[in-house]
């Protein structure tokens, strides 16, 4: 198959996928489903995104353009990746992650590989392209060696260009906010910029109750494991989980019989396990989610 110009569409893609920078990916539609918590986003996302690229012609009908652009933060484990993988999951579309730690280590080179990127993203369709660990390649210029300003600078140039770009919804991720240069954070650049931060309880026990239909156990005090479980993040709740699943196996294995994992066993693995995110970061966090969110459902500052 060819485009306008006569050349064949898969050529950008195949390019892209020969870079070690890039993966590329289908997505399953049950990824979005998958995201247990994180409704106000998921919102956002189905409302100002999903439904105008479904619904093209009542969405030009009222001079809605979809937003291009959507920025995350939050600390580690706070799901950004399952996040931006499920949007592609959602929209049916494929799922290209850049990792800009696999760029190299020459700033000319690096820069030079952005440029190729962008320049195959930009024939594409139907794609969420995603960057994770943003803070890489857009530091603050105070922060920033005169190397890796050439790159931000780069990203900077090549940004509009994408945005430009038909179905295509580029997502970016940091840890750290305050590390990306202010260019980046202006209107203009992200349509949307949404917090992933700690869970609250109702959501903590969703996730538990979850993946409680998976595991074998007993009738298991939900309320008294999620209590004990403030300010953890899904990948720490996952982690719980792994270490039930592990003893249930090693006690079957050894005993040779059928063994279910109680409330017990719940705590004991919770007690092993502590928040990945400290105190201060989530002060820190709370902090920046006021200053920084752009969507509708944001406190104001």
Not at 31 to 36: C, F
Not at 124 to 139: A, H, K, P
Not at 166 to 176: G, S
Not at 208 to 214: D, G, S
Request: charged residues 30%.
């Amino acid at each position: 198959m060819v485009d306008r110009r006569g050349k064949n569409i898969c050529e950008p893609l195949q390019e892209l996928i020969n870079l070690p920078a890039v993966e590329v990916s289908e997505v399953p539609g049950s990824s979005w489903e998958s995201i247990l918590c994180l409704k106000n986003e998921k919102r956002v996302v189905e409302q100002q995104i999903v439904l105008p690229l479904t619904h093209p012609d009542i969405a030009k009908k009222h001079s809605i353009s979809t937003p291009k652009g959507i920025l995350l933060f939050g600390p580690p484990g706070t799901g950004k990746t399952a996040f931006a993988r499920g949007t592609a999951g959602k929209l049916n579309w494929k799922f290209i992650e850049i990792s800009p730690s696999a760029l190299g280590g020459n700033s000319n080179k690096e820069a030079m590989d952005l440029k190729i990127i962008f320049d195959n993203l930009r024939q594409l369709e139907r794609v969420v392209v995603f960057f994770d660990e943003f803070e890489e390649l857009t530091l603050r210029p105070e922060l920033a060696t005169k190397e890796e300003r050439h790159l931000s600078n780069e990203f900077l140039r090549q940004m509009p260009k994408l945005r430009g770009a038909k179905e295509i919804v580029l997502i970016c991720a940091t840890n750290n906010i305050r590390m990306l240069s202010p260019a980046l954070l202006r209107p203009g650049r992200f349509d949307l910029i949404l917090p992933l931060g700690s869970l609250d309880r109702e959501s903590r026990r969703t996730i538990f109750e979850h993946h409680a239909q998976r595991l074998m156990i007993e009738e298991v005090d939900l309320e008294s494991i999620t209590e004990k479980t403030d300010g953890f993040t899904p990948a720490d709740i996952e982690a719980v989980i792994d270490c039930v699943s592990h003893k249930a196996f090693e006690v079957e294995v050894g005993t040779g019989s059928e063994y279910r994992s109680t409330t017990e066993d719940f705590l004991l693995a919770v007690s092993m396990h502590h928040p990945t995110i400290s105190k201060d970061e989530m002060k820190a966090f709370k902090e920046d989610s006021k200053s920084f969110c752009r969507a509708d459902y944001c406190e104001p500052i």
